[in-house]
Antibody, heavy 122, light 108 residues
């Protein structure tokens, strides 16, 4: 059974960089059949797709966050990472990592981590 | 961006009721539409992908339909464990995937 687990700083100061890692177990991140995604959810609000990265390191980001997002993958550790720079209070959210699966009709997120709350505050 | 609008935003229903949630896209997205269920404090769970395909392990009382701009998630007989928030999500727009705002299903 595939499992994903987020880790990283739960409290980040404004203007600093948020850094999170997602460890994947029960399957290889190097499988070309999938890509690896970050999604966030501000408290009490809906879901926002941040971006995804392939096993080869090709990354694609939401246009609204593109200027501040960097994703990377470490196949030797079976994990992938998110960095979000110049954070503000609006970036306070639960951050989820997920696996993106391709079908003939687009991508869906079939496995998710439990989520980690990141609070931006001085 | 393609905007996804769900209706209603919330609904109250009883166990055994048939429940229908609608999702409308701001432009045609073919059948590039997924549905998720989220319970408080938990990660979302994939229910339906490609508009009408049931994800493995999901009870058959859940079904999806639609194509183009209008989509529906139906729960044929609401069970106690189905009280949750439901989200639609499109992946038609290249590199700008978006979710609906959610529909909260509450106990009447």
């Amino acid at each position: 059974q595939l499992q994903l687990q987020e880790s990283g700083s739960g409290l980040v100061k404004p203007s600093q960089t948020l850094s999170l890692t997602c460890a994947v177990s029960g399957g290889s991140i190097s499988s070309g059949a999938y890509s690896w995604t970050w999604i966030r959810q501000p408290p009490g609000r809906g879901l926002e797709w941040i971006g995804y990265i392939s096993h080869s390191g090709s990354s694609y980001y939401s246009p609204s966050l593109k200027s501040r997002v960097t994703m990377s993958v470490d196949t030797s550790k079976n994990q992938f990472s998110l960095k979000l720079s110049s954070v503000t209070a609006a970036d306070t959210a639960v951050y989820y990592c997920a696996r993106s699966r391709w079908s003939s009709s687009g991508y869906s997120f079939d496995y998710w981590g439990q989520g980690t709350l990141v609070t931006v505050s001085s | 961006d393609i905007q996804m609008t769900q209706s209603p935003s919330s609904l109250s229903a009883s166990v055994g009721d048939r429940v229908t949630i609608t999702c409308r896209a701001s432009q045609s997205i073919s059948d590039y539409l997924n549905w998720y269920q989220q319970k408080p404090g938990k990660a979302p769970k994939l229910l339906i992908y490609a508009a009408s395909s049931l994800q493995s392990g999901v009870p058959s009382r859940f079904s999806g339909s639609g194509s183009g701009t209008d989509f529906t998630l139906t729960i044929s007989s609401l069970q106690p464990e189905d009280f949750a928030t439901y989200y639609c999500q499109q992946s038609y727009s290249t590199l700008a995937w978006t979710f609906g705002q959610g529909t909260k299903v509450e106990i009447k």
